[in-house]
């Protein structure tokens, strides 16, 4: 059963798109089954450090929550110990900040033991402090109580010393996660170093949440490898995937790569999940090329855009060359769309962009070709005449380029190829002129 949410934001200054992260709050709390039914902004010069909201406004957002009959109020930002406890002293409902909401999030998504061990370890590094924060009075008055002395001539109290004994076990938790996070992560760099000795191109999708990566992904699966169980999971909710899913795409030109599909990103994704989730995005970090896909229908994405390049400079990948797919073509108004392919945004060139729909195919097979263009950039196109004799070297050709055309003539076979330029070395010497 959904509960039902009131969301709250202090706008600082007259932020730039402190609207569009109150929409995005709402979907966050979509996502994590809560009906949201009100809202409630101040306009401020400032945080109050002690309550978030001014006094003022934490009685309304109190009595409002009474009358909307919220079960829990969410907070567009990341609340301290002290402030999360001094509004639950006067909002009679639950309490959840930005970074608790998307952390709940990433729990209820993360299937594998990696993924779960990530997100645990940073939930409980987030209640840490929390934990401390909530005990600090029980531990001032348990601390003055009673007469006896223990070594030194000071006796520490009850409260005190649960308090030391919860925040040791915490910690010893998220230093054995940590430990088993060590080992899956030495897995997954034999698994990459392996593919590098294969001398395999790598691709990445990357891109905020709900893009339509994995639409993509699903794409070239079904095009390339054509069997379901290869698929990905593609749903139209935040955080859909966050395991890092990897497919080998044999092209009908022979070409082959691996395309990845990875976590997407967030404004104000906690850095602590960033730096969890490190290991999963370090297939973004090793590849040769990215896809950028940007949900086009979206009025925000140019914000979105800055939000997935910023993370990716975080994690180290900024420098990778990318390819922007702008995708939802077929939810764009033709007016807008007419706009977007004579504008090109300005981040990019326009050679480096490509108007896609994921889910009908369009502009696909455009994007395919630029992959291909970027990964293989030196490819020699050459008409070539192969004795009949030389069976080794016509057994390479078949297997190693991309053949155009091929006639049997009396002298041997007549190639039209396109190869790399180590290949095109061993059969320049055949070369039609």
Request: net charge negative.
């Amino acid at each position: 059963m959904r509960q039902i949410g009131i969301i709250v934001g202090v706008n600082v200054k007259n932020q730039e798109h402190f609207h569009e992260g109150m929409q995005e709050l709402i979907a966050l709390s979509d996502a994590c089954d809560i009906e949201i039914v009100d809202s409630l902004v101040q306009n401020a010069d400032s945080i109050n450090k002690a309550t978030y909201l001014g006094k003022g406004k934490l009685a309304e957002l109190s009595e409002l929550a009474k009358t909307r009959g919220a079960e829990v109020v969410i907070f567009n930002g990341e609340l301290t110990a002290s402030q999360m406890r001094n509004i639950q002293g006067v909002v009679d409902t639950v309490v959840l900040d930005r970074t608790n909401l998307i952390l709940e999030i990433f729990a209820s998504r993360a299937k594998t033991r990696e993924a779960k061990l990530q997100v645990e370890v940073v939930r409980l590094q987030y209640e840490l402090p929390r934990l401390i924060g909530a005990n600090e009075n029980l531990s001032r008055q348990a601390g003055g109580i009673g007469g006896g002395t223990g070594a030194g001539g000071r006796n520490k109290g009850a409260g005190e010393t649960k308090l030391e004994l919860d925040k040791r076990r915490v910690e010893e938790k998220i230093n054995a996660m940590q430990r088993e996070l060590e080992e899956l992560i030495t897995q997954r760099l034999t698994q990459r170093n392996q593919r590098k000795k294969n001398e395999i191109k790598t691709v990445a999708l990357v891109g905020y949440t709900n893009a339509g990566k994995s639409t993509v992904m699903n794409y070239m699966v079904q095009q390339f490898i054509g069997k379901e169980d290869k698929e990905v999971l593609e749903k139209d909710m935040l955080f859909a995937t966050l395991e890092t899913s990897v497919r080998k795409m044999k092209l009908k030109n022979r070409k082959e790569f691996l395309l990845s599909d990875t976590v997407g990103f967030v404004s104000n994704l906690p850095h602590k999940l960033v730096k969890a989730f490190r290991s999963t995005l370090e297939e973004v970090c090793e590849a040769d090329l990215l896809i950028h896909v940007v949900d086009r229908s979206n009025e925000d994405y140019k914000s979105q855009i800055e939000v997935t390049n910023d993370t990716l400079k975080q994690i180290g990948a900024g420098h990778i060359p990318a390819i922007y797919a702008y995708n939802k073509a077929d939810l764009i108004k033709s007016d807008v769309l007419q706009d977007n392919i004579e504008e090109k945004l300005v981040l990019v060139s326009e050679e480096d962009t490509v108007l896609i729909s994921a889910k009908k195919g369009d502009g696909m097979k455009e994007l395919i070709e630029l992959i291909c263009k970027r990964l293989y950039p030196n490819e020699v196109r050459a008409k070539i005449l192969i004795p009949y004799h030389l069976g080794a070297l016509m057994a390479k050709i078949n297997a190693s380029t991309n053949i155009l055309s091929s006639i049997s003539e009396e002298e041997g076979m007549v190639y039209e190829i396109e190869c790399n330029e180590q290949i095109y070395q061993q059969v320049e010497a055949y070369v039609l002129k």
